[in-house]
Antibody, heavy 116, light 107 residues
Framework: QVQLVQSGAEVKKPGASVKVSCKAS????????INWVRQATGQGLEWMGW????????GYAQKFQGRVTMTRNTSISTAYMELSSLRSEDTAVYYC?????????WGQGTLVTVSS | SYVLTQPPSVSVAPGQTARITCGGN??????VHWYQQKPGQAPVLVVY???DRPSGIPERFSGSNSGNTATLTISRVEAGDEADYYC??????????FGGGTKLTVL
């Protein structure tokens, strides 16, 4: 069965960077885009960007341009999302999700807390 | 940039029909997808491409899309349907775009 398993919760100080991983199984990793979506507590879903695991091509939401980097390691079917220059407003649950137009499978989410 | 507008909340009695709308300029020309999210859980896709259902999603969930409004309809609502619901489209200027979400309350 298709699974996306994300890395564990992180606590970071303002100005630091965080790198969240998303390990895919149950399907051919390079056949589907991976999207990253975040959700602050009590707030809605916010799309951050996408990555094509086959080509490595990426597209980022304008809001995160310059601060986010999405990469992958195809040998271990894992996607990564790195967010830099963290601020308190980046405290949220970060999800990876499979698919281009729509997202049919989601990771369990990774809580990133930014606090001094 | 493109904007998707959802009502913040919808309430319905068990067994009745819930309709959750998603408004956008000429949204009928786009493919709309719907997600259900229960507290503490990741979103689940319930309708894609306006009206298709992923495997495992009950037939009670259906979708439509025309003009400036897309609608998620949940028939014979159950207590377990209580959740937040988000619409989503892909737009050339905004890429992936989510609506603000609607909290469905089962009375």
């Amino acid at each position: 069965q298709v699974q996306l398993v994300q890395s564990g919760a992180e606590v970071k100080k303002p100005g630091a960077s965080v790198k969240v991983s998303c390990k895919a199984s149950g399907y051919t990793f390079t056949s589907y885009d991976i999207n990253w979506v975040r959700q602050a507590t009590g707030q809605g879903l916010e799309w951050m960007g996408w990555m094509n695991p086959n080509s490595g091509n990426t597209g980022y939401a304008q809001k995160f341009q310059g601060r986010v980097t999405m990469t992958r390691n195809t040998s271990i079917s894992t996607a990564y999302m790195e967010l830099s220059s963290l601020r308190s407003e980046d405290t949220a649950v970060y999800y990876c999700a499979r698919g281009a137009g729509y997202n049919d499978y989601w990771g369990q989410g990774t809580l990133v807390t930014v606090s001094s | 940039s493109y904007v998707l507008t959802q009502p913040p909340s919808v309430s319905v009695a068990p067994g009745q029909t819930a309709r959750i709308t998603c408004g956008g300029n000429n949204i009928g020309s786009k493919s709309v997808h719907w997600y259900q999210q229960k507290p503490g859980q990741a979103p689940v896709l319930v309708v894609y491409d306006d009206s298709d259902r992923p495997s495992g999603i009950p037939e009670r969930f259906s979708g439509s899309n025309s003009g400036n409004t897309a609608t998620l309809t949940i028939s014979r609502v159950e207590a377990g349907d209580e959740a937040d619901y988000y619409c989503q489209v892909w737009d050339s200027s905004s890429d992936h775009l989510f609506g603000g979400g609607t909290k469905l309350t089962v009375l």
